[in-house]
């Protein structure tokens, strides 16, 4: 039996909140920065769960389109035949049900994805506020990278095929997405 030995990078691990967000929303840019400028590591997740939950919301277009160049990459066997095959079902699939217009309330923090890019320090200022915690660090080094091992890309707008899968992302009927998107917005810091 090994020894037990606690992990050293994780300073000060927060259990009463948690990073919750769909794939490709930068929920791992998020975390670091938090974990940087705070000392506190928020553990995160793509499922709902029983604590305080922040998110971050992405235009519709650039996360799915953002998704499915990713998932070719990582998943070669026929993912981007099937998205060019049936893209309505890639667009849809298990991403909100039929209650999901009210799941905003389920969130304490909701970030728009634009500000953690935009302005990272600012956005995670309020953020530590909102928690109640103190930012202690205003550097950061940026430690997000890809991640072949875990199937994690920084970017997909590199990735071959990206443009082409935008374009036929733009050409489906998101309006059920964007209408749960501009929820979530309105509500955002």
Not at 112 to 129: D, G, R
Request: contains cysteine; proline residues 4%; neutral net charge.
């Amino acid at each position: 039996m090994s020894e037990y030995k606690p992990n050293t990078k994780i300073k000060h691990p927060n259990s009463e909140y948690s990073i919750v967000t769909i794939p490709r929303t930068g929920s791992h840019y998020l975390q670091d920065r938090i974990e940087q400028h705070t000392g506190v590591y928020v553990k995160k997740y793509h499922s709902l769960q029983n604590n305080k939950m922040i998110t971050v919301i992405r235009d519709p277009i650039d996360f799915l389109s953002s998704y499915v160049a990713m998932d070719a990459l990582y998943y070669k066997r026929g993912s981007l035949d099937h998205f060019f095959s049936s893209p309505e079902r890639y667009c849809f699939s298990d991403w909100f049900s039929d209650n999901d217009m009210e799941i905003v309330d389920n969130f304490d923090i909701i970030v728009k994805y634009e500000s953690l890019i935009n302005s990272p320090f600012e956005t995670v200022t309020k953020i530590a506020e909102k928690m109640s915690i103190k930012v202690i660090e205003d550097r950061y080094k940026n430690n997000v990278v890809d991640q072949p091992y875990r199937n994690h890309v920084v970017t997909s707008k590199n990735i071959e095929g990206y443009d082409k899968i935008r374009q036929i992302v733009e050409q489906q009927d998101l309006t059920r997405t964007y209408e749960i998107y501009n929820k979530f917005l309105a509500k955002a810091i």
